[in-house]
């Protein structure tokens, strides 16, 4: 319902529910001062969905799992006999010339019950627009630094999010040289973080390949693929061109909030990528 204007002065404008803010953000120079701003795509003023993340990246994580099973064979390598009825014993199949039960699933050494299969479906679907959502989601939370700072980043005071820097920081091809940057912005304690939180993971995953654990630091997205190469090597940092940035980039595990910096070349083909016209 519209409101009513005073008296003597028109009708009021009707008023704009469900409108939507861009936000601003200032654009960093790689010597790490702050310039003129530069209006970000309507996808990070989207409302903060965790339901929808969440959904979102065990999606992507479930067609990347493998299908497996035992083999068919197992536990019925064995050479058994049954007694028959009517001896007062049980009916399980037992070892040749002894009492001693095999390859029921009741015995030691048996066969599985209920052993997994090839056959099993573990991929999971979302509907394209929950997925769109979740990925607009996660764009949102990169502004939020509490978010950032629930993720275990080290985010310091004042700093605005997300960090959009000049196109120079696509030509940093040495680690030294993504260093003196990032210890510039304030952000290499994030890096030296992940760094030291490097460990040897628990469990049986040590004897498949998987030895040791390193938190998730810094993800820069730049405008196409094989540039920031300097950053490559960094702990925790990942470098994603604009075209394959994913939910799962922007929320690593599902947490969203990590610490992301753009190119300003990544945020205008970002723009492209959603379909928003230049402001």
């Given amino acids: 319902m519209t409101p009513s204007a005073p008296a003597g002065e028109g009708p009021a404008p009707a008023a704009r529910e469900h409108a939507t803010p861009h936000h601003r953000v200032h654009v960093t120079s790689v010597a790490g001062k702050a310039g003129a701003t530069v209006l970000l795509p309507l996808a990070f003023s989207?409302?903060?969905?965790?339901?929808?993340?969440?959904r979102a990246i065990d999606a992507a994580q479930s067609h990347q799992r493998q299908p497996y099973g035992t083999s068919p064979k197992a536990g019925l390598r064995h050479s058994v006999y049954w007694s028959g009825k009517g001896r007062g014993v049980a009916r399980?199949?037992?070892?040749?010339?002894?009492?001693?039960?095999?390859?029921?699933?009741?015995?030691?050494?048996?066969?599985?019950?209920?052993?997994p299969v090839v056959d099993r479906i573990w991929t999971k679907k979302i509907n394209r627009k929950e997925r769109a959502l979740a990925f607009a989601s996660a764009l949102g939370a990169t502004r939020d630094p509490a978010l950032a700072k629930a993720r275990g980043h080290a985010v310091p005071s004042g700093l605005h999010l997300p960090v959009v820097l000049e196109d120079p920081v696509e030509g940093v091809a040495t680690s030294?040289?993504?260093?003196?940057?990032?210890?510039?912005?304030k952000l290499w304690s994030d890096v030296a973080r992940a760094r030291d939180g490097v460990h040897v993971r628990s469990g049986r995953g040590k004897r498949r390949g998987r030895v040791r654990r390193s938190p998730r630091?810094?993800?820069?997205?730049?405008?196409a693929p094989g540039k920031a190469r300097g950053f490559r090597n960094l702990a925790g940092v990942d470098v994603?061109?604009?075209?394959?940035?994913?939910?799962?980039?922007?929320?690593?595990?599902?947490?969203a909030g990590r610490l992301t910096l753009f190119s300003l070349a990544a945020v205008e083909g970002l723009r492209a990528r959603l379909g928003e016209a230049a402001p």
């Fill in 240 to 255: 994603v061109p604009v075209v394959r940035l994913g939910t799962e980039d922007l929320a690593p595990g599902g947490a």
């Fill in 46 to 54: 989207a409302p903060f969905r965790p339901d929808l993340i969440r």
């Fill in 217 to 223: 630091s810094l993800l820069l997205v730049t405008s």
């Fill in 92 to 115: 399980t199949p037992r070892l040749m010339d002894s009492m001693r039960g095999a390859q029921a699933p009741n015995t030691v050494g048996g066969r599985p019950t209920h052993p």
């Fill in 176 to 185: 030294d040289d993504a260093r003196a940057l990032l210890e510039r912005l």
